[in-house]
């Protein structure tokens, strides 16, 4: 395998993939032999192998040049070319002749593009000894001259991994496959898998040089390894950039299936075999988890410890954040979730967005995370077609609860009469690109699920049972619930209404955070206020807190943050005044040190707005 920098056409690094080579050859251009076919006359001789013309009388001959090109001069024997027609006249002596040709013919060069692919195993992890070839899948075939590098031409693999390109005859070629999925125009994409620990370079696989002939040649075909030796990893780890890309394509398979004119921007994959589960520098390959950021992908590598290409369902979770961020919205604010945690509700909907999504994209229902010593852990295993999590952690602030109505609402199967809905993907995209994108509240499960409902008003009853068996309100007028129908608190009897309403000039309302269900994104961590803004002008909010309390005040657009304030000492009125415009607002009210630390306490404040 090659790597090929982004700033760099080549830059040659570590491991090729080969093909066999077909030979040395000209790189088009120059004089070769030619057969003749006639009669050399009497007491004449010819030899078409050497093309060697023997003493004899006026002879005509027929010149087909053995490498298929075209003919541009014959000489020798003292003759001339007349199209294919070689005329000399009495040859006194031996002689040869000579043609010249040029290389405006062409061949095809096709062949199968494949790698290693590792299944993962309930109970054990990676499973190398049922690893297979699988297509690499819409990924970028270059042809380039062996004597320059210059490229040649380009195409894609179909969905068999197939591909054909036109070269040069009687060329010295390259094939070069990049872990790239590039499509321009309508739809479109750009999709790179790079080394984070190597100035992001790109990753590829070349074969050697080889003679594109005379003739079409259907059978170079590439295979990338995955380095596995039967007990460890023991040469390069070709295969793993091509896994990565084969589940960025399921991905995107299952958007292209209900949008086709999809465009996406440009998404950089970083992986390497240095990427470890220890936070730091990027470049080092410290990224912590993997995970998605500003049009980035970072992806665990670190053998032994914790490598994600072949974990279908982390990499498609990932894409799946990468979709909310381009094309739809996601007020997320990360951090760290596990299994049965009550969350902030805008973590529990787009992590749960992504856990389905994965089930979706794979169409695999049981959610796999390897790792370990030769990766033979299996974690974070989850089968979203179940509905049946932890009644004490199930509700709307659960990613459980919304992986598992996500996912029952595309999927077509029944579980015990709890999931009789069957949408497909269509209406869960659509809500998506469209009214949760522009919803005025958070991005939450009581905001898509309000917008699912009014869209698909005769799966309504299916829809709701599938809300009532995860303890989340069915009776929601709106994104908000501003009918405050919701009564499942999850056991923090202070964290309902998930919106209060504060009107303008009114009295102060009260709010209680606290620490309880963990730090920073969790339950009860941060509090949310409604606000109707009258006209656009000046306003003043203000926060008072406890008397050990330190308030921070932070208001919001369509989920987009526009004003913060956080610069007093503890005890003291938080104050942010800015200019706001006429609409909805959310205004976010959190205590410091709830959100940072692990803190048990209980921190209220009182909220206004002038």
């Known amino acids: 395998m090659t790597v090929i920098s982004t700033t760099k056409l080549i830059c040659l690094l570590f491991f090729l993939a080969f093909l066999s080579a077909c030979g040395g050859g000209d790189d088009g251009g120059g004089t070769t032999d030619v057969v003749i076919s006639a009669s050399a006359g009497e007491g004449g001789s010819i030899d078409p192998a050497s093309a060697t013309v023997s003493q004899g009388s006026q002879t005509n001959f027929t010149v087909t040049p053995d490498n298929g090109f075209s003919i541009d001069s014959v000489t020798g024997c003292g003759g001339s070319l007349l199209g294919d027609i070689y005329t000399t006249g009495a040859v006194t002596a031996n ?326 809905v069957s949408l497909g993907f269509a209406p869960i995209y659509n809500v998506l690109l469209n009214e949760q994108k522009n919803a005025d509240s958070f991005t939450t499960i009581h905001s898509f699920m309000s917008f699912l409902k009014a869209n698909n008003v005769s799966s309504i009853a299916a829809i709701n049972t599938l809300l009532s068996y995860e303890n989340i309100t069915t009776t929601a007028l709106d994104e908000w619930d501003s009918s405050q129908t919701e009564t499942n608190n999850g056991g923090e009897v202070k964290s309902l209404p998930l919106y209060t309403l504060l009107t303008v000039g009114s009295s102060a309302v009260s709010l209680c955070t606290n620490g309880r269900n963990g730090d920073y994104n969790k339950l009860m961590n941060r509090r949310f206020l409604r606000v109707n803004i009258p006209s656009s002008g000046l306003y003043t909010i203000t926060a008072v807190p406890d008397v050990d309390g330190d308030a921070v005040i932070r208001v919001f657009k369509k989920g987009e943050l526009k004003a913060s304030m956080d610069n007093v000492l503890r005890g003291e009125t938080e104050t942010l005044t800015t200019i706001l415009f006429s609409g909805w607002y959310v205004i976010e009210i959190f205590d410091y040190d709830v959100v940072s630390t692990p803190y048990s306490g209980e921190e209220c404040m009182d909220v206004a707005i002038n």
């Open 95 to 420: 002689c040869t002749v000579t043609a010249s040709f040029n290389s405006t013919s062409t061949q095809v060069v096709s062949g199968l593009i494949t790698f290693a692919h590792v299944p993962t195993s309930i109970s054990a992890g990676l499973n190398y000894a049922a690893q297979m070839a699988k297509p690499a899948r819409g990924v970028l075939v270059e042809t380039i001259k062996a004597s320059d590098s210059s490229l040649v031409g380009s195409t894609t693999t179909d969905a068999t991994g197939a591909y054909s390109i036109t070269v040069p005859g009687n060329t010295n070629i390259i094939i070069r496959v990049k872990a790239q999925m590039l499509e321009t125009g309508s739809p479109s994409w750009d999709f790179q898998v790079v080394d984070n620990t190597n100035s992001k370079a790109l990753y590829a696989m070349e074969s050697v040089p080889f003679n594109s002939g005379v003739v079409d040649i259907s059978d170079k075909n590439l295979h990338a390894p995955s380095g596995w030796g039967g007990s460890s990893y023991t040469s390069a780890r070709v295969a793993a950039p091509f896994a990565i890309l084969n589940t960025l394509y399921q991905a995107l398979d299952m958007v292209k299936s209900v949008d086709a004119t999809i465009i996406l921007p440009q998404l950089l994959t970083n992986w390497s075999i240095n990427n470890v589960a220890v936070k730091g520098d990027l470049s080092l390959g410290q990224i912590g988890t993997s995970y998605y950021s500003a049009g980035e992908l970072y992806i665990l590598g670190h053998a032994d410890n914790d490598t994600d290409e072949y974990d279908s369902h982390v990499v498609a979770h990932e894409w799946g954040h990468y979709f909310e961020a381009v094309l739809s919205r996601s007020d997320s604010l990360g951090g760290p979730h596990g299994a049965g945690d009550k969350l902030d509700p805008r973590i529990a909907f787009g992590e749960g967005f992504g856990n389905a999504f994965a089930g979706m994209a794979t169409g695999d229902a049981n959610y796999i995370d390897t790792f370990g010593g030769g990766q033979t852990v299996t974690g974070i295993l989850m089968n979203l077609e179940d509905n049946d999590y932890d009644t004490a952690s199930i509700g709307w602030y659960s990613e459980e609860s919304v992986q598992s109505i996500l996912y029952d609402l595309y999927d077509s199967s029944d579980e015990g009469g709890i999931d009789t």
